[in-house]
Nanobody
Framework: QVQLVESGGGLVQAGGSLRLSCVAS????????MGWFRQGPGKEREFVAA????????YYADSVKGRFTISRDNAKNMVYLQMTSLKPEDTAVYYC???????????????WGQGTQVTVSS
């Protein structure tokens, strides 16, 4: 099993930055690709970003490309999402997830964190 816990969410003004963190425990962290998803009010959970198990390949949704950066530190069992130039439409609960391969669908990820709220004010 893999347990995931997100942190770093909060309230930020539009144009600001925020860094989300996710710590993993259980199975070897580096054996999994890691993804970030988000779910806004009344919306479906959507893909945000993913990083391969080695950390050498990253993937982003078009809506966040150029603004968000995903990274991982396998020595610390951590994955991060650095968010810059935040917009009100980025407001959502953000979830980290672990899976066997990096895809853009939530059904490809086996383990999920509890989520952390990000609110961007205008």
């Amino acid at each position: 099993q893999v347990q995931l816990v997100e942190s770093g969410g909060g309230l930020v003004q539009a144009g600001g930055s925020l860094r989300l963190s996710c710590v993993a425990s259980g199975r070897t962290f580096s054996s999994y690709v890691m993804g970030w998803f988000r779910q806004g009010p009344g919306k479906e959970r959507e893909f945000v970003a993913a990083v391969s198990w080695r950390g050498n390949s990253t993937y982003y949704a078009d809506s966040v490309k150029g603004r968000f950066t995903i990274s991982r530190d396998n020595a610390k069992n951590m994955v991060y999402l650095q968010m810059t130039s935040l917009k009100p439409e980025d407001t959502a609960v953000y979830y980290c997830a672990a899976g066997a391969i990096a895809t853009m669908t939530r059904f490809s990820y086996k383990y999920w964190g509890q989520g952390t709220q990000v609110t961007v004010s205008s």
